[in-house]
């Protein structure tokens, strides 16, 4: 049985930064593809950022050069280190893991999905 358990997140001000992390059991970090996503009120799921099996990254334009996403394969354990936070990084983050190896995941694929978390910027 794949689990995905977050941590981190919660609330700070505007150009701060938070780390959320995503231990995983049941499944391997280091051969598939994971991702990030978040949802604010009245909008859709977007990923954030990905990362696969040979760690290359990916990034939605809004969040380059302020969020990294990295993996701790012998932890297991997926992170995402937000810098420079914004009022409008406020959302449900989500990490997500891919079931197919040959993919990585998409809001509105049939993904392994950890809890969530609400993170909140205040200006």
Known sequence: QVQLVESGGGSVQAGGSLRRSCAASGYTVSTYCMGWFRQAP???RERVASINSIDTTTYTDSVK???TISKDNAKNTLYLQMNSLKPEDT???YCAA???RRFCPSS???NY?????QVTVSS
């Open 42 to 44: 009245g909008k859709e």
């Open 65 to 67: 050069g302020r969020f």
């Open 91 to 93: 959302a449900m983050y």
């Open 98 to 100: 891919a079931r197919d």
């Open 108 to 110: 509105v694929g049939n």
């Open 113 to 117: 999905w950890g809890q969530g978390t």
